[in-house]
């Protein structure tokens, strides 16, 4: 099996080669393709993530190349997992929006937009060329943020595609340690849209512990999402660290505005990473990849090749797929993120109990925006992107959206299609 990795010079490839390194029973992989327009990360990526799979016993070739086309041709599944304008639009993401009062956030509000606007028209094509030369039934997996917006994007222009996030594989390993359980037996009641999402219930063995969990751990699962302990006894559910942009959005405002931005820690931790890589002793996974984010990606993202090539039948999985009924209240076409039966036909959502309304109303008023932003992502204009804004939950006046189109353009003029030349 091939499998190539778009955004392979990433400082989170090696943790994708670790878990596949952990894999090798069960998933068939005898070449991964690392694609990047970056040679420097290649040549230090690149040989890293080879040392990692000698060193496990595992017997995948690894290789580099900028050239999409040869990445991809024979490709089973393609994996995206790409930032547009790099650290720097992160940066600007985290940033401008704090000018007007607003939430500075990579993948939610203004910034969460911003991202949108560059990513999707990149991402779509990408997928145009994928289909070209891979061939029709090539799964396209999508990591790349903000991941509901980008998959629903692969999903309308008829890709075969589903989006994954490690929200739910994280919460699902950190309360497994809480009960003493093996992880395998945790089955979630995630429900919502992608950084959007709560958990209703974890069950173990068919009984569900989430009361026990509320009652035992509220202060540490407090502290591990950042919620006030009083609020999730209220919800009765756990929502994601997410949820803290829309549940104290003022004072995480506040405090971001006298912090440096998240981007600036993150390409710290990335230039120390790449020196790592560059170290031809170094045959493991180093700690300070955990610093990067995405815990347990790794795992989460080769459990869900190994299901949709085929590995072993149907799996469940939290993923990001079409609504098609399940949350009722939403469009049948809407991208959610629910527990789902995932085989080599995709991911199809399991059935949910109803959803409170203390909840179904943001997922309704989020989904709006999502549509909007994607119709701005695709067709661009100024205005797209100010009804996108104007529709958000975390901006929603007229005068402070308008001030936020402007400047997002004007940010990424050089990274828009529809602004660059203009």
Request: net charge negative.
């Amino acid at each position: 099996m091939k499998l190539t990795v778009v955004g392979g010079g990433s400082t989170y490839t090696p943790e994708l080669i670790d878990g596949i390194a952990g894999r090798r029973t069960s998933l068939a992989v005898d070449e991964i393709v690392l694609v990047d327009p970056d040679e420097h990360r290649l040549s230090l990526v690149g040989p890293f993530s080879q040392r990692l799979l000698h060193h496990a016993g595992h017997p995948a070739k690894v290789r580099t190349t900028t050239s999409l086309e040869e990445g991809v041709e024979g490709a089973s599944a393609v994996l995206l997992q790409l930032r547009v304008g790099g650290q720097k639009a992160r940066a600007s993401d985290e940033t401008f929006p704090l000018t007007c009062g607003c939430v500075g956030q990579e993948t939610t509000g203004a910034g969460g937009l911003a991202k949108a606007l560059r990513t999707v028209p990149v991402v779509l094509d990408i997928a145009e060329r994928v289909r070209r030369l891979a061939g029709p039934d090539t799964w396209i997996v999508n990591f790349t943020n903000p991941v509901g917006i980008v998959t629903r994007a692969l999903l309308q222009a008829g890709h075969k595609a589903i989006g994954l996030c490690n929200v739910a594989i994280t919460f699902q390993r950190w309360t497994a340690g809480l009960l003493g359980v093996d992880p395998s037996t945790v089955e979630l009641d995630h429900i919502g849209l992608n950084h959007l999402t709560w958990e209703r219930g974890v069950h173990v063995d068919g009984v569900d512990r989430l009361p026990e969990l509320l009652s035992q751990h509220i202060e540490g699962l407090s502290e591990h999402v950042g919620i006030d302990a009083s609020l999730i006894q209220r919800l009765n559910m756990v929502p994601s660290y997410y949820l803290n942009y829309f549940y104290n959005h003022d004072a995480v405002v506040k405090k971001q505005q006298t912090e440096p931005p998240r981007a600036e820690v993150v390409a710290a931790v990335e230039k120390e990473l790449l020196d790592i890589y560059g170290d031809q002793s170094v045959v493991t996974k180093p700690e300070q990849l955990s610093q990067r984010g995405g815990a347990y990606y790794s795992e989460a993202a080769v459990q869900l090749v190994h299901a949709l090539t085929g590995g072993a039948g149907a799996e469940r999985h939290v993923v990001n797929v079409q609504n098609n009924g399940t949350l009722p209240f939403l469009p049948d076409d809407a991208v959610i993120e629910v527990s789902s039966t995932v085989d080599s036909n995709g991911g199809v959502a399991l059935p949910v109990r109803p959803v409170e309304p203390s909840i179904s109303g943001l997922i309704s008023h989020v989904t709006a925006y999502e549509y909007l932003a994607l119709e701005a992502a695709i067709h661009g204009g100024r205005d797209r992107v100010a009804n996108a804004l104007l529709a958000h939950p975390l901006i929603g006046q007229h005068a402070i959206a308008d001030q936020l189109a402007d400047e997002l353009i004007a940010q990424n003029r050089d990274l828009l299609p529809w602004v660059k030349g203009a």
